[in-house]
């Protein structure tokens, strides 16, 4: 499984409706409206790297609203106890 936090810049005004539509896909786990550099931080998950590229790179930014975004993708994580 590959797993990546997206940083999402949205329009002014957007931020609520691009957050509900990012949780509208299954790939996207969680969807946080934020302070900071971003407006909105995604958790998303695919099955391949290249699925993961895809869905960033091809389907997020089309989303409306959605002004830039910055991809950090996992490569280790801590499984829960």
Known sequence: MARAYVKI??????EREVRDTLLERREV?????TSGDQDIIALVEAETFDELL?????????IEGVTGTVTNLVVDKEEGH
């Open 29 to 33: 786990k969680t969807a946080d409206l």
């Open 54 to 62: 895809d869905l960033t790179l091809n389907q997020l930014r089309t």
């Open 9 to 14: 810049n949205v329009a002014a005004g957007k």
